[in-house]
């Protein structure tokens, strides 16, 4: 099963490109993720620059949005960023009982509001094997 290899760049025109993949594929909740996310910088990413993500499952009743900062200690040291770049960053599924599919769209946006680049897709995150 394809997870991280589903994403793909949204429709419209974004100067930056992005490359993401995870292991393990699929992510397995209460276990580890690594996400390791590449950029190609054709248009500068500035200091203050943030990741808006919204994360949905048609069972939910509002999405799950967030923004973070991507210029600090914990994703990229060295902004402005004027070619590529590469970043991994661990992450960690809460447990679930239950196999989950979420549709993740994540935009790298400037301070200025310009867009830089857009993902879209979706992850499948299994349910735990349970142990007898």
Do not use: H
């Not at 200091?47 to 200690?73: E, H, K, L, R, S």
């Not at 040291?77 to 239950?98: E, W």
Request: aromatic share 12%; net charge negative; hydrophobic share 35%.
């Amino acid at each position: 099963m394809a997870n991280a290899l589903q994403f793909s760049q949204c429709s419209g025109n974004y100067p930056n490109p992005v490359n993401v993949s995870i292991l393990p594929d699929p992510p397995i909740f209460g276990q580890p993720v690594e996400v390791f996310i590449s950029i190609m910088a054709y248009t500068t990413v500035e200091v203050g620059a943030y990741v808006d993500i919204q994360v949905n499952n048609p069972d939910w009743v509002f999405p799950f949005t967030f923004q973070q900062d991507i210029c600090n200690d914990n994703y990229v040291k060295n902004c402005p960023i004027s070619d590529t770049y590469q970043f991994n960053y661990p992450y960690y599924f809460l447990v679930g009982s239950k196999t989950l599919t979420v549709n993740i769209k994540a935009r790298l946006v400037n301070p200025d509001n310009t867009i830089l680049s857009c993902i879209d897709g979706s992850v499948t995150i299994q349910a735990p094997v349970s142990q007898k």
